[in-house]
Each structure stands twice: as C-alpha cells, then as structure tokens.
C-alpha cells in the first residue's frame, strides 16, 4: 500500500519486512546472475562479513578527519592498499575514498582545473577525451565550466591518438584516457599518453573505474596487461572503483593522486564561514563511514587469495559467453576487450530485438549506440551457471529468429509501422505518448532508440529528462 505520510506510530519490523520482502518480488533476479553492470556480489558468505562492517560504522561520520580515528585509519588503509596495486613500492601516492566513479572523476577535473588556474593562469580550461570515455566526464565538465574536446573513436573503435594529439592546445589542462573503456572494454593507449602528457607539460587522468582492480588481479595471474598507471611517468591522477571488481558495497572508490599539491585543489575550505572553519575532502559533506569500514573489511577479508579466485570465475564466465559469440555465424564481438566487458552486435539481425527478447527472458543487459550493440559486464556472479544459461538463451533467440515465421515478421512490421506513426506526430505528441508508455512491463527498448533518430539534441535531452522524471514522486 502505498504511504503517503509517515505513519503516526511506527510500525512493526515484522509488517515492514514483510512489506519490503514482498516488494523485492517484482525486482532483477540478480542473485542467479541475471543482471550484467550493475550489481557486483561476492558471494553469501563474503557479503554477511562486509555488511556486518557496514552496519558496525553506519552512524560514524566520516566527514571529519579528526572525529573518528577509526574511520581514518581505515580510508588511509584502503588508500594505501589500492595505491599498492598501481605504483611501485618507493612511490608514495595520495587520494580518498569517494562515493563512487562519478565523484572520482568530478574531483579529477575539479583538482585539474584549480591546478591549472593557479599554476598556469588557465582560465578556460580544455579537457581532451576520446567519444569511448564515461559520461560522468562530460557531467563533470558541464558542472565545472570545462570545454571538452571529444574525440571520436577510430572505424575500428580504437583511440585515435592522431587526432588526441592535435586538439592539445594553450588550454589544454588534462587529457584522458581509460583502462579500459566501458563501450568496448578496449584498453586506451595509456602508454602514448602519458609520453603526450610528459612532451606537452600535462596532467593525465586514467579512468580505471570499472577495470582498474580486476586488470591488476589479471596482471598477478600472469596476463599480459599494458601498463596503464603510475608505473608511468605521465599518468598524474588514476580512479579506480571498490564497488565494482572489488566487490564493496555501493558508494565506494578510490581517487588517487601522484602528488600532494594536485590532491590538495580536489578540498573545500571556507575558513570564514558564521559556522565555524568548514572543511572537506571529496564532493561530499557528511560521508557514510559505513563504506569506509566495509570497503576496508572487503579488502582485507577477501584478501588477495581471495580476490585471484574472484578474478578466475570472472575470467571463467567470461570465457563462456565470448566463445559462443566468437563461434557464432550471426553474432560478433565488437572491438577487442582486453577483460570482462563485452560488447557484440549482429550483421543478420536487429540486435535491439535480440536484446528485447533477451530481456523478456528476465537478463538485464546493456545497449551500445555507434555502432549499436548489446553490452555485458561479466563478473564472479556470472560463472555459477548464469553465464551458460544467457548462451543457451541467446541460441534459442537467434536459432528463432533464423527461421523467423510470419508471426515474427509481422510483428516486426508492426513495431516498425507504430514507430513510423509515432515518429510523424509532432514532437509534444511523440514525447507524450513514449514518456506514457515507458516503463511498463516488457516495454521494447529497441523502439526507442529507433525513434530516437527522428529527434534532435535538444528534443532528445528534454524527451530523456522527462522519462526520468515519470519514475519519481
Ligand atoms: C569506465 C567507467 N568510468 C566511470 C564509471 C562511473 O562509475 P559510477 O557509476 O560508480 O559513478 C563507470 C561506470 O560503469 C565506468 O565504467
């Protein structure tokens, strides 16, 4: 039932568990393995310890350096042990836990911009980044007044050096470069990067959210992986992400600097402030020091036995899926993923309607766009049997749609024919009927990205903007 105000007596833990139970019933399968991204799950036993940490430190403020002694043992720690997995033994690197990819990556334009404002009189910044790198760059800059200067991907989706090199100007602050890419899971040149960085006097970000931890698990088991960190000389900030590979709760990755003085422009201090001296580390004011302490219970409980073993049912799962999309005669893989994340796409069938009928199965999968793919973030969840199951099913799909019936065919027609009816009305029309259609159950995806075509940028912002907006209260 739904609650409109808070209740004037509490009620029972039973009532409300029961509640949230049920509630949970319409929810992703995730724990069999049938969402890809998203969710990053140890294991039962694994969880039970991190989140019994989470629930020992959920009161305890981590914004304060000097109120929880605890809690800043326990993020200096985290930093150091993820540091240690980046940079050779002599070098001492800086950084904080953050909440997440999207703050890192805020607070590595942020410290860039300030950086180069007081040591160059930079005062209209450019950031240079490849079209493969996370939007959470572009929301950065848009946040922070910074010019980015996207490069599109190559034919092939690798980098495009050339082209990276030439937009380097007098208002160059940073470049960019991720180990690997979301899109692709294609590692960016980090190495002719870092020289470009060095050659031109520049700050380089790598952006090793997603695969940071993984690739260097990857690297101990004897991998070949190029080297992408502060091994090298040019890379002068690096994110890497403990709620993804690392299996943290939600809320938690590492920011980590070469030096202090960089670090330092990523603070807030505003010493006049009628509050009192206000000061903070990260984006945040008041910082959850439950994710400290299960970040830190995560790293030293799955401990790096733990984390190989991880790496080899990823790697594992992996393997499953990849292997059919290589053998198969209707799907292939798009670009060269370097670990977990795999992108395909088909040349014999729509592959939105593949992933419409694959979430109709119950998977929760990613879409790629130029060129448009189906995405899939493989992780330890994945080698139980999920991995299999998703190949099984994406056999039946592609085996039905080879000998596709006439009902299949006219019902592809028939998506087509509303979609063109759609795509005629003029746009308050077309925005009213899709934002009142979304959502519900078995709602096809692929028909939104083909009406998507028919819109400019700004009728595609506003359309997206206000489907988000349908969700919420
Ligand atoms: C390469 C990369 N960078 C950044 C992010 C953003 O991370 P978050 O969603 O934790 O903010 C992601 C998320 O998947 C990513 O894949």
Redesign the pocket.
Known sequence: MAKKNIPKLGLSQQELFHEMDNSMHSDMDWKSGKTF?AVYYPGEDYSKVISQAYVRFMHENAFDPQLFSSILTMENEVVEQTASLFSHEKDNLFGNVTS????S?FLSILSARNWAKNNKGIDKPEVVLSSSA?P?FLKAMHFLNVKAVVIPTKKDFSFDLDSFEKAINANTILLIG?AP??PTGMMDPIESLSKLAVDNGLLLHV?A???GFLLAYLKKIGKDIPLFDFKLSGVTSL?V?L??YAYAPKGS?VLLYRKEELRKEQFSVYPNWEGGIYGSTTFLGTKPGGIVASTWMALNHIGQDGYVKLTHKTMDATKVISDYIQNSKDLSLIGTPIMSLLAFNSEKHDIYHIADLLSEKGWYIGRLQNPPGIHLVVSQIHADGAAKELVEDMEEIVEKLNTSTIKNKLSKVGDNLSVNAVKSLGYKSLKKAVVASTGSKNSKKRLIYDLKSSLDLDQSNDLFKSILNRFYQ
């Open positions: 991204g997440g990819g999207t703050e990556i996370h959470a991720s890419n979301y952006d959210c997603i695969g994110s992400d709620h993804k990755s």
